[in-house]
């Protein structure tokens, strides 16, 4: 039993594993095969996938879906602790490498998660300038996120690609 628990925890940190996954939601409702894995910079560890979903076709962009509170723990299956509904309604975007500020917030407000811990990503230009606080509808909340928007993107997040990272 506790061999089948550290497979997978190591599926779950194994950007190849999960790319051979498919998605479930926490009550069991199929969602869709896994396309891309979205390491974190500083240390390579995925954080979010992108799904194929059943509803959407291609071309409508990719459905990001977090790993926070994810298990593999049947062959071929990722059960993410969100529901499908949440994935179905997520914002669809395109990232060719990595996910900017703006993407990134989005996607951590609509699935309701805590912004990531304060440390520097790893990534250059990544550091103090990151926002450590949520994006929320308030105006003066969104002054300060508004004016790091209008600087370039600073990444934290972004797509595993097994020739640079293998």
């Given at each position: 039993m506790a061999h089948e628990a550290q497979e997978a925890r190591d599926a779950l940190a194994d950007p190849e594993a999960l790319r051979q996954l498919t998605a479930y939601d926490r009550h069991g409702e199929r969602i869709g095969p896994v396309a891309d894995v979205y390491v974190?910079?500083?240390?390579?560890?995925?954080?979010?996938?992108?799904?194929?979903?059943?509803?959407?076709?291609?071309?409508?962009?990719?459905?990001?879906?977090?790993?926070?509170?994810?298990?593999?723990?049947r062959e071929g299956v990722l059960e993410v602790a969100c529901s499908a509904e949440a994935v179905r309604s997520a914002p669809r975007m395109e990232a060719e490498q990595h996910l900017d500020l703006v993407q990134e917030q989005e996607l951590y407000r609509?699935?309701?998660?805590?912004?990531?811990?304060?440390?520097?990503?790893?990534?250059?230009g990544v550091g103090e300038g990151r926002p450590k606080w949520?994006?929320?509808?308030?105006?003066?909340?969104?002054?300060?996120?508004?004016?790091?928007?209008?600087?370039?993107?600073?990444?934290?997040?972004?797509?595993?690609?097994?020739?640079?990272?293998?």
């Open positions: 974190e910079d500083l240390h390579r560890v995925p954080e979010w996938v992108s799904v194929h979903t059943d509803e959407h076709g291609p071309g409508s962009g990719a459905t990001f879906v977090p790993l926070e509170g994810a298990t593999a723990g609509h699935y309701g998660l805590a912004t990531p811990a304060e440390e520097a990503s790893g990534a250059p949520p994006v929320t509808e308030g105006e003066a909340d969104l002054q300060g996120f508004k004016e790091l928007a209008e600087q370039p993107p600073v990444p934290r997040l972004r797509r595993y690609v097994p020739d640079e990272d293998g």
